[in-house]
Nanobody
């Protein structure tokens, strides 16, 4: 099992930047996939970005070129750097981890609001 704790959400103006962190309670080196989903009010949860233990990354079309996901195995932390933020990026962002034979684990979520 693993506990995930997100941090770094907040209020930012359109065009600004924000960084999210997801700290895991165990070594993430062997965790297959970690990433971020987001859920805007009245909408379904959608994948924003993910990264594999092999270093591959995947992004939603809506965030490509603006968001960057990275992982620091030494710190057991996954990051999401969000640049050129838009009002439509406003959502609760959830960190997740897929672990073989154990399933998917979620963080508690962190609010990101993009507004002037």
């Amino acid at each position: 099992q693993v506990q995930l704790v997100e941090s770094g959400g907040g209020l930012v103006q359109p065009g600004g930047s924000l960084g999210l962190s997801c700290a895991a309670s165990r070594n993430i080196f062997s965790i297959n996939v970690m990433g971020w989903y987001r859920q805007a009010p009245g909408k379904e949860r959608e994948l924003a970005a993910s990264t594999t233990s092999g270093g591959s990354t995947n992004y939603a079309d809506s965030v490509k070129g603006r968001f960057t996901i990275s992982r620091d195995n030494a710190k057991n932390t996954v990051y999401l750097q969000m640049n050129r933020l838009k009002p439509e990026d406003t959502a609760v962002y959830y960190c997740y981890a897929d672990i073989s034979f154990l399933g998917r684990y979620w963080g508690q979520g962190t609010q990101v609001t993009v507004s002037s």
